[in-house]
């Protein structure tokens, strides 16, 4: 059986409050609760998570260890909780957002969650589109505020950098690109068949006005995960946010290839010229530029 996520906090709590009793009361649960839950936690799992006195209680080598990884594990909960909760809201919402995919998958869950937690009573609806798409539904007013990847803005829109990414030619090892010393250069990426998101998109846009050139086509994808997938399976080089390939990259799976041409672009958010942006939206664009890449 797994572990649930309030034992995790519990454990977290008790490391804060030094206290199981505060740490019960913190959870709304009684003590006795709290304790039995702890208790359970280290039966099922052979450890000892919590040495008791009546000072307190404090957390053994192992329970801080626990205790680490617990925050990780609720943090990265709270803000998959709020990105659920924007992609899923069936009602109106107080601020309709479009996002680019890769803002969408690993940035905009962070940054929901930071303003539900600055405005509670804010319910956020977003809609997942290329950059092209968020354009369109800005200048449409489907939604208030739009974050996109693309080097091209329309001039009826007024637009903020957020951050800033730049795209890897990932590879797997064994392919002939993983061991070259020398960068690849602009021709020899356009002469070579690669694993592409679609036009319209963000990373397109941004390979293809780098490169100059159309690509020639493994694949063509609508999303990260596929490019990842297809260029770990050898189908050819994949053209990825370095935000999407760096866990890949990390573990050692894909190879970030080293090029003689910028792949860097823009993280922009984008409203209407013809509208002063106001909060929520305007927290959002705050929330967003603190946390830039």
């Not at 919402?93 to 009573?121: C, F, H, N």
């Not at 939604?143 to 950098?161: C, K, M, Q």
Request: glycine residues 8%; proline residues 4%.
């Amino acid at each position: 059986m797994s572990m649930d996520l309030e034992s995790l906090r519990l454990i977290v709590l008790v490391q804060q409050h030094g206290s199981l009793g505060a740490a019960a009361r913190a959870l709304g649960i009684s003590q006795p609760a709290a304790s039995a839950r702890l208790r359970a936690v280290e039966a099922r799992h052979s450890l000892s998570l919590v040495t008791r006195s009546p000072r307190g209680s404090v957390l053994t080598d192992d329970g801080r260890a626990v205790c680490a990884w617990a925050e990780r594990v609720i943090t990265e909960a709270d803000h998959l909780e709020a990105g659920l909760a924007a992609l899923g809201t069936r009602r109106r919402g107080d601020l309709k957002v479009a996002a680019s995919l890769t803002i969408a998958e690993y940035l905009m869950p962070r940054w929901l969650a930071d303003l539900r937690r600055l405005q509670p009573e804010v319910h956020a609806g977003l809609v997942v589109v290329n950059s092209t798409d968020v354009m369109a539904q800005v200048r449409s007013s489907r939604v208030r505020i739009g974050f996109i990847e693309s080097p091209a803005l329309d001039s009826d829109l007024h637009s903020r950098v957020v951050g800033h990414d730049r795209l890897a030619v990932v590879v797997p090892h064994g392919h002939p690109w993983a061991g070259r010393d020398d960068p690849i250069g602009p021709e020899e990426l356009a002469a070579s068949a690669l694993v592409v998101r679609e036009p319209g998109s963000g990373t397109r846009e941004t390979f293809d006005r780098a490169v100059g050139a159309q690509p020639l086509i493994a694949m063509q994808a609508g999303s990260t995960a596929a490019i990842l997938g297809a260029a770990a399976n050898g189908v050819g080089p994949g053209i990825v946010s370095e935000i999407a390939a760096r866990q890949a990259i990390s573990s050692g799976s894909l190879v970030d290839v080293a090029v003689s041409v910028d792949l860097s672009r823009t993280l922009r958010a984008v409203w209407l010229g013809s509208e002063r942006l106001r909060s929520p939206a305007r927290d959002l664009v705050e929330i967003a530029s603190r946390g830039k890449s």
